[in-house]
């Protein structure tokens, strides 16, 4: 969420007590030492679930985890608290730990005069939004690591991300902030209290007491929207503004639906246009991996060539669903192939036994020739020698020539150092170019291209590999449901729709309690941890709605509607709209803040009111929608304020502003009749739909909540109708696959 920020006095107070610069931009020296921890008794964290928790078992700082245990020391000894946040596959956080937290001298200020306490933001994203909020308000800028001091009723007085451990460039390493702030704490100890208070009092304020009236004015946010984005554009490499660049699905998801329902044809064109072109890029580039398959999580040049190398499933999946979405409305090769080893990635590498998806890999590994060393990208580089060693010299030049490899390495830029004469692989030139400079054929150097990229794979697979997250997390997990679910549907494969199907399976039997309707957020080795969070509510919905409008499983959608009043007793805000992140009742997180942002991944609250509105489409339900409109105007002054901070806002309000398209056929799933009604809907983009099959096993569900389906007639085992409505007032019905194809387009595009 974008936090309010604090009063420029209440931080300028603190600021000057310390006599401190922001020390949040602080960058890693690239050159240090790999992570070799000396062997310590291990720590209170080498008893928790957590990955990341687990990393820091073997240091020497007495790490706590978050807790009463802590939370009672530091009051009994008046300390404050020294807060790390972080998550198992993070660079710098791996950084920080090697330089600082590994370190003895480091470990003795800390433990002396400090409580320290470490959390895994995956699994307890509540707490870290609440401290990022606090980060985030009084630097500027945010991330992990992420360190934050607290006083010991937990209210934040000081914090940033990652800290060098000397001095540098004029900027306080990590131990002259513990030197000053143990002394800050000690001389001036009721300013400190005083101003945590001030702190905490501004993040909690909360200029909308009642919820607003009125109707958004969703055109002019969308057009204002629009307009940054093209404003942001980078016409010559893809994507939006400078390095880095972040994929973010959620502005991709934004154009789309401007090119498929804008009334305004230019708009329409240059929405379609930025977006193919942002995609294009990306799965040419780097940041795309071109043998595994699969995305990292950004790249740090504005080309797209060198990324950060984690590979994230909330990445995976939404940038799935992106490409699904172009093949739909460009038909473009490069869409579907970036689409399908994408999921290809996440079945091979990232699936649990039981169907689960694990939550990411990690940026480091160890280096081949040396396992006992780390580096960011070991796993994934190569030299143009080993290139050369691997595929012979007949064919490492017309791979070389494709994948842009050079003998003295093609890692430009801050990267350099750390990747001297290494190569990442990115499609430099394509088959058609290729061929051309070589005098070839193109089929014949598409077969040579894929046999040497095998031969590669082959060989990457002797490397020892990244660390991997086995937690699984419902929220990513509905997130992957909903791209699997959705290629079925868009590519025809019914292995997707089997995925999609043993994942929802799988959250069902491990993360959900059905004795009290409630979801868990995470599991990990046959525990999962209770605390289910709005996020973990709206994506689970959003893909089991998708996994039912791919099997027609009465029984996701019934889970997906029990779902929903959950979410909607344990976090709306019955007061002023929208669903809080966190449920009430736990003492030790002190603020229920909403998400307000559409970032890396999309705010629940945005998720929720497409949901909402599909729920009221597929049920005629005026209760989810007028929930889905409240909850909607809810953040109309985030979006007067900032409309391209919300997206998917702008694409789930959207569907309030007129009716959605409801599809009705009525048939037997396995009829041939209804199969070819489906064929129909199913590829098509139809940003605005709810899609309903009526049969045996359903008719009973539908009967008792639509009087419409009530009324359809009985109909033989063989044949299939299809009703296309719009609040349930339909046109005329057909059994005809191409007068079906007539009602499912437009005259014009809609607003």
């Not at 921890?37 to 008893?47: E, I, K």
């Not at 090697?98 to 480091?106: G, V």
């Not at 985030?136 to 800028?141: I, K, L, M, N, P």
């Amino acid at each position: 969420m974008p936090p309010r920020i604090l009063s420029s006095a209440v931080w300028l107070l603190l600021a000057g007590a310390l006599a401190l610069p922001n020390a949040s931009s602080l960058r890693a020296d690239p050159e240090a030492a790999a992570f070799s921890p000396a062997v310590h008794q291990p720590n209170r964290l080498s008893h928790e679930r957590s990955a990341y928790l687990r990393q820091h078992a073997d240091n020497p700082v007495d790490w706590y985890p978050w807790g009463d245990e802590a939370f009672a020391r530091a009051k009994k000894e008046n300390k404050p608290i020294f807060l790390s946040i972080g998550y198992s596959t993070c660079h710098w956080c791996h950084v920080m730990a090697r330089e600082s937290f590994s370190d003895p001298a480091i470990a003795r200020q800390l433990n002396e005069n400090f409580i320290c306490i470490k959390v895994d933001r995956e699994e307890r994203p509540d707490i870290d939004r609440v401290y990022l909020a606090f980060v985030q308000a009084s630097t500027g800028s945010g991330g992990w690591p992420m360190s934050v001091w607290l006083t010991p009723d937990l209210k934040p007085f000081f914090g940033g991300t990652y800290f060098a451990p000397e001095d540098h460039d004029g900027r306080p390493g990590f131990k002259t902030m513990l030197t000053r702030l143990t002394d800050l704490w000690t001389k001036q100890h009721e300013q400190v209290l005083q101003r945590s208070e001030q702190m905490l009092t501004a993040l909690a304020e909360n200029p909308q007491a009642t919820a607003p009236a009125g109707e958004l004015p969703l055109a002019a946010l969308r057009k204002t929207a629009f307009d940054q984005l093209k404003s942001a554009s980078d016409s010559a490499h893809g994507g939006f503004d400078a390095a880095p660049k972040f994929p973010m699905p959620v502005n991709l998801e934004f154009l789309f639906d401007v090119a498929a329902t804008s009334t305004h044809a230019e708009q329409r064109q240059d929405a379609l246009r930025m977006a193919l072109a942002t995609l294009r890029a990306m799965a040419a580039g780097g940041i795309h991996d071109q043998l595994g398959g699969g995305f990292h999580r950004y790249s740090v040049d504005a080309a797209w060539r060198v990324p950060h190398f984690e590979k994230t499933l909330y990445d995976q999946a939404q940038l799935a669903n992106v490409y699904l979405t172009a093949w739909q409305l460009s038909t473009e090769p490069a869409m579907r192939e970036a689409a399908t080893d994408t999921l290809g990635y996440l079945h091979r590498q990232m699936t649990d036994p039981d169907g689960g998806f694990y939550t990411a890999e990690d940026a480091d590994s160890s280096f081949a020739a040396n396992p006992s060393t780390h580096g960011e990208g070991a796993f994934y580089v190569w030299t143009a020698a080993e290139i050369e060693k691997i595929l012979g010299a007949d064919e490492a030049p017309l791979f070389a020539y494709a994948y842009g490899v050079k003998a003295e390495g093609n890692v430009t830029g801050e990267s350099a150092t750390e990747l001297a004469h290494q190569n990442v692989l990115y499609r430099a030139h394509t088959d058609t170019e290729t061929a051309t400079h070589f005098k070839l054929e193109e089929p014949v150097v598409h077969t040579r291209l894929a046999s040497a990229a095998r031969a590669l794979t082959v060989a990457r697979e002797q490397r020892p590999h990244p660390m991997r997250d086995e937690k699984i997390v419902t929220a990513w997990n509905g997130l992957a449901v909903s791209a699997f679910a959705r290629a079925a549907q868009v590519l025809g494969d019914p292995a997707m729709a089997e995925s999609a199907t043993r994942a929802a399976s799988f959250v069902q039997a491990k993360l959900f309690d059905a004795a009290t309707g409630r979801l868990a957020h995470s599991y990990r080795a046959g525990v999962r941890d209770e605390r289910g969070f709005a996020e973990d509510y709206a994506y689970l919905i959003q893909g089991l709605l998708d996994l039912y409008e791919t099997t027609f499983e009465v029984r996701w959608l019934e889970w997906a509607v029990q779902l929903q009043e959950k979410q909607n007793q344990l976090f709306n805000d019955t007061a002023a709209g929208g669903y809080f992140a966190n449920a009430a009742g736990d003492p030790s997180v002190l603020l229920r803040l909403k998400a307000e942002n559409d970032g890396a991944e999309p705010s629940a609250n945005s998720i929720a009111v497409r949901n909402l509105a599909r729920l009221g489409a597929l049920l005629h339900s005026e209760e989810f929608l007028a929930l889905a409109r409240r909850t909607a105007r809810a953040f109309g002054p985030q979006l007067e304020r900032a409309p391209l901070s919300m997206p998917q806002m702008l694409v789930s309000a959207a569907w309030l502003d007129g009716s959605p398209k409801q599809i009705l056929i009525q048939g037997e799933r396995t009829s041939p009749a209804t199969q070819r009604l489906l064929a129909e809907v199913w590829p098509r983009y139809l940003p605005r739909r709810a899609l309903a099959l009526i049969d045996g096993a359903s008719r009973p569900f539908y009967n008792a909540r639509v009087p419409l389906v009530a009324d359809f007639p009985e109909q033989d085992l063989t044949s299939a109708t299809a009703y296309v409505c719009e609040n349930f007032v339909c046109q005329m019905p057909t059994s005809d696959p191409a007068a079906l194809v007539k009602l499912l387009t437009p005259t014009k595009p809609v607003k």
